[in-house]
């Protein structure tokens, strides 16, 4: 079986605080998985170079971004273009419909973070088209702290008519593949297939707690704002800091020729 972990922000979000070779050497060398999608904030400036990398790491990159639609956060996969912020629902899953792509709604009735209500993903199923792009919902997502409201509103997600998926919402390097999707197979293509069937899993697993954010994600994001973020030489080397001068994108363009 396949282990995938569908929601990883890089320093590409705004709360992100690994560069995309440090994903990649930590979903590959410490988290046994075999799919990651990059799906940072109303952004897709690091997929090119995710996916360019993969093979070096030994792990498979769906492209994808998380929209801001203006009902909540949407994750989209399998797209090949960024989608605008700020559309309705409906609008943003049909321009992922236009990329072929498939969505998933990440984190639906989370407190503390723009989500998605279950009325409003009701209504979007409402149409018939809607259910072959909207394929899955996050049944565990381990970066949220606020999990105190997942007992009230797990019956109403639980019953929606999506597969379940697993995700870590990685803020922090260290939080890839804490929340896992299982799918048959082991390739990017498997794992879609089990998307549109239903056939996935979602093993247990443990959040973010409280302490863990203010000790560990809140020292980091304020190294990220000071432009120092966790980095990748190698896939040989360790993971270590490194300042990122100038434009984010050129900087990483560097670390990916000396990889290459």
Known sequence: MGRADLHIHSIYSHDGTSTVPAILKQA?????????????????????????????????????????????????????HPI?????????????????????????EARGTSSLKVEDIRWALKQPWVAQILLGVEIFNAGLVYTRNWQRTASKILSLPLTHVGSSDAHLVSMIGKGVTIFSGKTTADLRSALMTRQTQVPEGKGLGGMHALVSYVPRYLLRKMGWAVWNEHPEKPLRFKRLSGNLKQSEQISSSAIL
Request: hydrophobic residues 45%; contains cysteine; glycine residues 8%.
């Open 28 to 80: 590959s060398e410490k988290s046994n998985l075999d799919v990651i999608a990059i799906t940072d904030h109303d952004s897709m400036a690091g997929v090119a170079e995710a996916q360019a990398l993969a093979p070096v790491y030994g792990i498979e990159v769906i492209p994808g971004m998380e929209i801001s639609t203006a009902q909540g956060h949407l994750v989209a996969l399998f797209i090949q």
């Open 84 to 108: 605008p912020a700020n559309l309705s629902l409906l609008q943003t899953i049909i321009r992922v419909r236009e990329q072929g792509g498939i969505c998933i709604a990440p984190h639906p």
